[in-house]
């Protein structure tokens, strides 16, 4: 059974730094990312990773984290990352970890993907000014 469990949202200051856990459990998958949602607002992709092979991936971030949010995995662990730095009052919102196979919408849309095959419960992270 695949289990998805983010851990690591917080309440912080501006100019602050978290980092998000997603620790994944029943299977390695190859496409996995951050989505965030605020209220009010539309889900965004804010951070994916593809893994091509066994030592090459890719990565691609949303304009506005780009040099602030940096996405990891720990393929021993099973389990990928968000760090995040300088965080703003716009970085505020339920962030959740999505992944799929090979193939997947999230592996050939990455950011702009509508739906995944695997999400997790979401983390929340308030960023106060």
């Known amino acids: 059974q695949v289990q998805l469990v983010e851990s690591g949202g917080d309440s912080v200051q501006a100019g602050g730094s978290l980092k998000l856990s997603c620790a994944v459990s029943?299977?390695?998958?190859?496409?996995m990312g951050w989505f965030r949602q605020a209220p009010g607002k539309e889900r965004e992709g804010v951070a994916v990773r593809h893994s091509i092979g066994e030592t090459n991936y890719t990565e691609s971030y949303t304009e506005s984290v780009k040099g602030r949010f940096t996405i990891s995995k720990d393929t021993a662990k099973n389990t990928l990352y968000l760090q995040m730095t300088s965080l703003t009052p716009e970085d505020t919102a339920m962030y959740y970890c999505a992944a799929d196979f090979g193939g997947s919408q999230l592996c050939r849309w990455g950011l702009t993907a509508t739906q995944a095959g695997y999400w997790g419960q979401g983390t929340q992270v308030t960023v106060s000014s």
């Open positions: 029943g299977y390695s998958f190859p496409c």
